[in-house]
């Protein structure tokens, strides 16, 4: 069965910082690209970074650059979304997605979790 289990979300202030984990299982976690989206109410989902099976690729969203990271370990079946200067726009529910870009073409989703920036 397939799995991506999100951790880390959280009540934070302006200016902090958070550490989201996506824990993989049920597929070969190190074939997939991974991505982490956001949906803010009443907005469309967002894509926020994107990383290669290697990790030597990470692409972001303009509106994150210099302030997230997304990391990856493959031995661990895990990713990360480091996020410091936080912002009150960046509060959203952030959702991990696992996507293979050869036939089966899959694509898995998390649960989600939510990030709230707030003082």
């Known amino acids: 069965q397939v799995q991506l289990v999100e951790s880390g979300g959280g009540l934070v202030q302006p200016g902090g910082s958070l550490r989201l984990s996506c824990a993989g299982s049920?597929?070969?976690?190190?074939?997939?690209?991974m991505s982490w989206y956001r949906q803010a109410p009443g907005k469309e989902r967002e894509l926020v970074a994107s990383?290669?099976?290697?990790?030597?690729?990470?692409n972001y969203a303009d509106s994150v650059k210099g302030r997230f990271t997304i990391s990856r370990d493959n031995a661990k079946n895990t990713a990360f979304l480091q996020m410091n200067s936080l912002k009150p726009d960046d509060t959203a529910v952030y959702y991990c997605?696992?996507?293979?870009?050869?036939?089966?073409?899959?694509?898995?989703w998390g649960q989600g979790t939510q990030v709230t920036v707030s003082s």
């Open positions: 997605n696992a996507k293979i870009l050869v036939q089966p073409k899959n694509t898995y």
């Open positions: 049920g597929f070969i976690f190190r074939s997939y690209l």
């Open positions: 990383i290669s099976t290697s990790g030597a690729v990470r």
